[in-house]
């Protein structure tokens, strides 16, 4: 069926989508740009075996946090030829991942997910504590989504026409609501991962979703801390933050009418910059039309200008921040993107060795001034 | 002036050490193989400018975490050919970081620290809360120690004749108690990185110690735990797990008098294993001669099958678990080895992208047992 975006969200014209199936059972969903219509019928003939997955997750005593364990994805594709992209569309003969011969964005579930396909609720520690959930692992609950920008194989998300990137922020949206609904979801986590350097295994333009069974970790500290904050203060912390640093301002890389962007004070990577709407806002399913119209198009502004600082494009993780799915954590928390790139020069990536890896205590070789103001010169 | 190790831990023979300085001031440590004396006297000749260093750190809101910031180690050393390695003894006319001809372990203060040389105390919240220690940095107090393991250029921690290895030992934990005890010091970190795939940028055989003047992020989480776990059982949370691996039985490697090895049931990396004091001690200047004896073996032993895996050596990180420097932390904690590398096949490595990156949110692509048995079947 076609659902519009939800009402009271006005737009020129809905962004538009269409669930279909794969021949594993795996959902496809399209979406079409505003005032095309999404792909209306498709049929994925491929003789698809029983569908990957069905790993585990582990709970670590340690630290407090689950482990998934996917031993089925050591054989996942890793950076086919691009005459068998997975990605690109079906036509002449070739059946690919997706059985259309066109189509603007599709989301579609992973083939090799680490998380999912079943959903279920994980187990809660009994009388005798944590130790009851050491040992005996559940089932990988949850999901694992591609966001495919393009039918092109080529490009990245800052090419992409701007009508594309916005019905990219749409379909993150739609996604974000519909997998915050599913049975045992408690965090769902949009981002796109670009650059052979940092382990990307396919170059066709796409992002992916995990919907966590159990709030992520750093997720999980951030909404605690958020949490505590507005029990003490009433306020939100990353509403301080975002005030603090307009203010400050030498940090600032754009500031739009619902979003602005900085390097924070005290970012970790030679490049690290957060884009932050101006509203206080859980997650990219609460965010009305104008502010949708808006991030795209800051997006797009702000991973171009990332792309003008080397000659070779950058590589770079782009992360969601959304609040884990609960109702104390969607008042505290406040949505905001953190991109990040661990490239300190042209030829010289920031590895992540004793220090931060086991220690998590992080020495970033780059002040955050000197990054912003890269970032500000790269405007077009 | 020549310190024995401490009265009480009865040895063959002490360990002994020296400490000299180099031209700019810094410290260097000479650690003598047990029956032997170390190094007596040095003259560091070289024009060394001022010290390098003062860098900062900042402190993060969002997570409650301080960064450091060191921009001066951007021009750091990089992969020099080894005819100008500055952990090579000086000899035939070339002056290197190390002014004696011969020796068998040398600390030294690294020449582009991340943290220090200042020591001191970091700046504490006040009334107005964590907000008013945002936006004004604080000198990076700290030290920052590099652990040569020999002379000899080529090689690794595995490969050093048994006595050198039982040295290194030596070093961490003089080291460890060392710089536990300078003004502001809250957390010593001994850690090795091996291999240019992490981003290591000397290939001599060393180690670093990193010394904090806040409790390392992952450290401080680990310490909370374990402080929680104390309060609430009584008991000390290491050593349940140990006691329930060594039950379990199928993730063990190795089983020492002092020592126990093995992989951990929540493993986030291909390859992860702890390796464990059957005694509860915060660090490594409170283990024992015998246990220090044992330790140098089974850790040789270890790295030793690592290596053994593939047909080219494992990169890795070694990292000691130490319990911050207080007495609360030192009571809950135990202490642990924690080595981990990113290779999942012959000629793969396991990137950290967005989940992991950005979300702490690990999957694993091989099971502990797996790693385990391997690790095993890798004994000489």
Redesign the interface.
Known sequence: MTSPVPAGRTQPAPVTHRTHHLADGREAVFFADRGTPPVERVADRRPLGERAGHGQV??????????????H??SRT?LPPADQCPLCPSAGGRESEIPAEDFAVVVLENRFP?LGPELGELPAPGPA?E?EL??AASPAFGRCEVVVFTPDHRGSFAGLAPERARTVVEAWAQRTEALSAMTGIRHV?P???RGED???TLHHPHG?I?A?PYP????A??AA?SRAHRE??GRA??G??LA?ESA?GDRMVLTGQHFSAYV?????WPLEVHLVPHRQVPDLAALTGAERDELAVVYQDLVQRVDRLYATPTPY?A?W?QTPVTTADREAGWLHL?L?SPR??ED????????E????????????E?TAAGLREAAR
């Open positions: 582990r709970f670590d005593r340690l630290t407090g946090e689950w482990v998934a364990v996917a031993a994805r050591q890793h680490s504590g130790r050491w040992g986590f981002f796109e991962n940092i382990g990307v992916q995990y966590y992520a970790p750093h997720a500290r951030l801390r003490r203060t912390l990353m301080e933050v603090d400050a924070p004070y005290a970012a970790r993780i992360a921040h953190q990040t300190r020069a010289k990536l920031k590895f992540l060795a004793g220090s890896a086991a220690m998590g205590a992080f020495v970033n070789d780059v002040t955050a000197r």
